[in-house]
């Protein structure tokens, strides 16, 4: 968990965009229970990568206009 926070730090000092897809409910909770989940925000998680991969399309697109 704390590699994945400073990875999460990093990247967000980076300005890089984290997106989170296909994670299970036991390491869900885990990022629910240690607070990182809501650091991430609940917009950053997806069910799938097909959906993350949608998001960051729309993302960039509005990012781009």
């Known amino acids: 968990l704390q590699s994945f926070r400073e990875f999460y730090e990093r990247s967000r000092h980076s300005k890089i965009k984290l997106l989170i897809a ?30 993350a991969l949608e998001h960051a399309k729309d993302f960039l697109i509005i990012r781009s206009a």
Request: net charge positive.
């Open 22 to 51: 296909g994670i299970q409910e036991q390491p869900l909770n885990v990022l629910k229970k240690s607070g990182l989940f809501q650091q991430i925000g609940k917009d950053a998680i997806f069910k799938n990568a097909k959906e």
